[in-house]
């Protein structure tokens, strides 16, 4: 844990704010990917003429596929937040246990990890 971070045991109040931030940015993802898949699903019903059009169609399916993958992702982990918070975990790191600094939580409340562990994850070192 950085030493230069504040990092508190999260109170009941703000668990709530949390909470809070998790459901919008639940309820905006949502709203996201189902405006890709609409967008997807008018992209493989438009008729192509030339390769060009096939390519760049192939493309667009491709990119709106991979970034559903993405966000069904962050929705899982925002899930698993909200359950922390209902079972009172949330707020420490799920790997170390060590707290997560509170503006580390204020911008990815989603979290699980504290920033060494995040670290280490990204590295492909964490389970």
């Known amino acids: 844990m950085s030493s230069s971070a504040k990092a508190v045991k999260v109170t009941k109040k703000e668990s709530e704010k949390y909470r809070r931030a998790l459901v919008e940015k639940k309820e905006a993802l949502s709203q996201e990917m189902l405006k890709n898949k609409d967008a997807g699903q008018e992209n493989a019903e438009e008729i192509t003429q030339d390769i060009a059009d096939k390519a760049s169609s192939?493309?667009?399916?491709?990119?709106?596929?991979?970034?559903?993958?993405?966000?069904?992702?962050?929705?899982?982990?925002?899930?698993?937040?909200?359950?922390?918070?209902?079972?009172?975990?949330?707020?420490?790191?799920?790997?170390?246990?060590?707290?997560?600094?509170?503006?580390?939580?204020?911008?990815?409340?989603?979290?699980?990890?504290?920033?060494?562990?995040?670290?280490?994850?990204?590295?492909?070192?964490?389970?």
């Open 58 to 127: 192939s493309y667009t399916k491709e990119f709106l596929f991979s970034l559903s993958d993405g966000e069904r992702v962050l929705l899982q982990q925002i899930d698993q937040a909200l359950v922390r918070i209902d079972e009172g975990t949330y707020g420490p790191c799920t790997h170390c246990g060590s707290p997560i600094p509170e503006k580390r939580l204020e911008a990815v409340p989603w979290t699980p990890y504290c920033v060494e562990c995040m670290e280490l994850a990204e590295k492909g070192i964490l389970d």
